[in-house]
């Protein structure tokens, strides 16, 4: 029977939530091409994620589980998940819009001689829908082949709940032995917050912050709520915060329950990163600024008296 191939993202042992969103889209797309899904799991000793994805109602779960796919490389992983598409019958291979799908899924396609369309959010049984110009226009899509290969905005789905059930785990051989890349080393950027797309809480800051020091203020919030904290690009290229916490089109997309923005204008390119959140909120000392047309709550105020009184209010709440 034909699949719809979803390829799990993971970390350290654990599923990023973004595999659950592109779950949730994957499923819609099989019961469109009355198909069934499909999850892969690619990696070393992945038993424990493969256990992890069991309840989510797949008809199959693939472990492509080797000692040469325990570093990602763009080269190993998408021959492994070439290798797993073709041993579900896969008709459409997905994979969440995160760096590591960014990076792989195209040569997933090459290997699969597959069309591919990025970021998609939609899919009617025919078109795919896919954003473009920082969310500004809609694009609809027609693949050709038969093989469709994806990127999935995960924002744009619900993540998939657990239904109960218990897939059985198929294991999947891949040949890696002429593969030309290897990780030499691994330098991580060491962070005691949650990464922004993974919080449920994001608190960012932008060129109102006017200094590296005054990011203490948007960490201090964050860390009250068991948060992440995000900057926009003027702060990053500003050099107050690294390149990995960067909201927007060129940065993560994120869809948290909470967003506060502070001091940021809410550029459409910012936007493109942060609008699917639940609840904005945003602090700004400038009325017309753009972040408040989509603000659910706005505070007109110099952030530099706001921001402290917030957070001490805030921090008696909590206790
Ligand atoms: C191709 C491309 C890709 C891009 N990608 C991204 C991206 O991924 N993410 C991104 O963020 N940007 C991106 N940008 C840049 C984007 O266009 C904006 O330049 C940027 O988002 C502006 O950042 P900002 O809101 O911090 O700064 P500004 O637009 O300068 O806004 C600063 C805000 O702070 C407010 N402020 C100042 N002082 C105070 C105070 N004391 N109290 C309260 N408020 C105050 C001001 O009223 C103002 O609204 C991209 C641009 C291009 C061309």
């Known amino acids: 029977m034909p699949s719809v191939c979803i390829i799990a993202e993971h970390y350290k042992g654990k599923l990023r939530k973004s595999t659950l969103h592109a779950i949730s889209f994957g499923k819609q797309i099989a019961d469109k091409l009355q198909a069934e899904l499909c999850l892969a799991v690619i990696g070393h000793e ?62 997933v396609a090459a290997k699969l001689s597959a069309g591919m369309a990025s970021d998609v959010i939609g899919f009617d049984g025919e078109f795919f829908l896919r954003g473009m110009w920082a969310g ?18 995960p924002t744009a789905f619900a993540p998939a709940e657990p239904a109960g059930g218990d897939t059985p785990i198929e294991i999947v051989t891949v040949m890696l032995s002429d593969m030309r890349s290897r990780v030499v080393e691994m330098r991580e950027t060491q962070s005691v917050r949650p990464d922004p797309t993974e919080a449920r809480v994001v608190v960012s800051g932008g060129r109102g912050l006017n200094g590296r020091e005054n990011f203490a203020l948007i960490e201090a919030l964050a860390d009250l709520l068991g948060g992440a904290a995000g900057a926009t690009r003027a702060a990053v290229d500003a050099g107050w915060m690294p390149n990995d916490l960067q909201i927007g089109q060129t940065g993560k997309i994120v869809a948290p329950e909470l967003y506060v923005a502070v001091g940021l204008s809410g550029s459409i390119q910012h936007q493109a990163g942060m609008k699917n959140s639940k609840i904005i909120v945003a602090v700004n000392k400038d009325e017309e600024a753009p972040i408040f047309q989509i603000a659910d709550y706005g505070l007109v105020a110099d952030l530099f008296k706001a921001l402290p009184e917030l957070t001490a209010a805030l921090q008696k709440e909590v206790g």
Do not use: F, H
């Not at 040469?68 to 997905?94: F, K, M, N, Q, R």
């Not at 694009?139 to 093989?147: D, F, G, L, M, Q």
């Open 46 to 107: 992945v038993g424990s994620i493969t256990s992890d994805l069991k309840g989510y109602g797949a008809s199959r779960i693939l472990a492509v589980d080797d000692a040469g796919l325990a570093e990602y490389t763009a080269e190993a992983w998408s021959a492994a998940a070439a290798e797993a598409a073709e041993a579900c019958d896969a008709v459409v291979v997905g994979m969440s819009s995160g760096t590591t799908g960014k990076d792989m899924m195209p040569r």
């Open 136 to 153: 500004n226009a809609l694009a609809t899509v027609e693949i050709t082949t038969p093989v469709r290969v994806l990127t999935i905005q």
